[in-house]
């Protein structure tokens, strides 16, 4: 049964258009992770926030950003979408790293 | 030299077959251990964390060699659903708010 949820699982957008990738986790996790990954490539870290109001870049440059007004809600907004952007995204969340990570379902983003 | 190395496999075996995947990490200061499973298009999944004295699921053995730096996942008897890309994930003690992933090892197993 999953605690941390992601929507929509799929999305097809034009460019230029804006949009937002909700990830949310009932497990009360301060930390929560976004990261990127293309076809049969590993995982690439964009953000990660500690806890509220807390947020960081991770290690590969993306033009997302994303928020943490909530300690359940980490939503990650393209103002632009371009066909580059095209890739799936992952959340994922921890309360320690010594239990690791319980990723979301991701969100399979086309950008056409 | 990446912080975790894998060999990216694909590792195509019958059905039944044990087989082995090793994983190197770079911080000697890591502390701790994990596989994960990815499925085609999936997100990763926890198969097991990884003690200093190694332990079993089933199928499955992980051991670590803190000396060596490397950790192993044996897997018994190999199902088909056993096809997967298998994650080797560690957590660095220096860094507090990442994991570490490898690349992965992709498992076939055919009939």
């Known amino acids: 049964e999953a605690d941390i949820y992601q929507t929509p699982r799929y999305l097809v957008i034009g460019t230029g258009k804006k949009i937002t990738l909700e990830c949310s986790q009932t497990m009360g996790h301060d930390k929560m992770y976004w990261y990127q990954q293309d076809p049969g490539m590993e995982l690439h870290l964009i953000h990660y926030s500690y806890g509220v109001n807390s947020t960081e870049k991770g290690d590969l440059s993306s033009e997302s950003t994303v928020s943490r007004i909530r300690t359940e809600h980490f939503p990650l907004t393209l103002e632009s979408a371009r066909p580059s952007h095209t890739s799936q995204y992952l959340c994922?969340?921890?309360?320690?790293?010594?239990?690791?990570?319980?990723f979301g379902s991701g969100t399979r983003l086309t950008v056409v | 030299r990446k912080e975790v190395e894998q060999d990216p496999g694909p590792f195509n075996v019958p059905e039944g077959a044990t087989v082995a995947f090793n994983c190197t990490y770079s911080?000697?200061?890591?502390?701790?251990f994990f596989w994960y499973r990815q499925d085609c298009r999936k997100e990763p999944k926890l198969l097991m964390s990884v003690y200093s004295s190694g332990n079993e699921d089933g199928r499955f053995t992980a051991q670590l060699n803190r000396a060596s730096q490397y950790i192993s996942l044996l897997i018994r008897d190999s199902k088909l659903s056993d096809s997967a890309t298998y994650l080797c994930?560690?957590?660095?003690?220096?860094?507090?708010?990442?994991?570490?992933f490898g690349s992965g090892t992709r498992l076939l197993v055919r009939p």
């Open positions: 994922a969340s921890s309360e320690t790293l010594a239990d690791g990570y319980t």
């Open positions: 911080n000697s200061a890591s502390q701790s």
């Open positions: 994930v560690v957590a660095p003690r220096d860094s507090s708010y990442k994991l570490i």
